[in-house]
């Protein structure tokens, strides 16, 4: 199904803007840790119409106009995590009580697709769903999916809700 919208990137501007060449956007606005700082703003405003949280410590992203809360998330070429940041990384570990604990606690995700820079789809998907995928092993042990996973769940959603 399509996505539910796009952000979209004009490189060339980007590249004047940052004095950085056009293949240096492309490969920091790909990289889901530095762009997605960037990613979560344009997505509080333009799509949520809400604002960021109120500091980076919170068990999620933004806080939409209706006060419901949302994690958003860049998938990369390399996937995405559904479980809270701090699980992943090194020397963290994935608590999957905790993780069920915070579907509990969010409306849902925003899921942005940052390797398609500069045309980057987003989807919005209902925390009911992620906990689904979780409940049917979907997610794998530790909630990373391959980026073509992701694309697959997402489209295997829209098309059983159509």
Known sequence: MSPSGYLEWDIR????????????????????????????????????????????????????????????????KHGVYFCPSYMVGSGRKFNGKGFEEKLKAIAGYVIADVASFPSVPYWIIPASVVAMWWKNGELGSITKVTRSKAIWLIDGWHERSD
């Open 13 to 76: 501007q980007l590249s004047q803007a940052l004095y950085l060449t056009e293949n240096e956007v492309r490969q920091y606005f790909t990289d889901g840790r530095r762009v997605s700082f960037l990613v979560e703003r344009r997505i509080a405003r333009e799509v949520l119409h809400g604002q960021m949280a109120s500091d980076e410590g919170k068990p999620y992203d933004v806080v939409d106009s209706k006060q419901q809360k949302w994690e958003v998330r860049s998938v990369t």
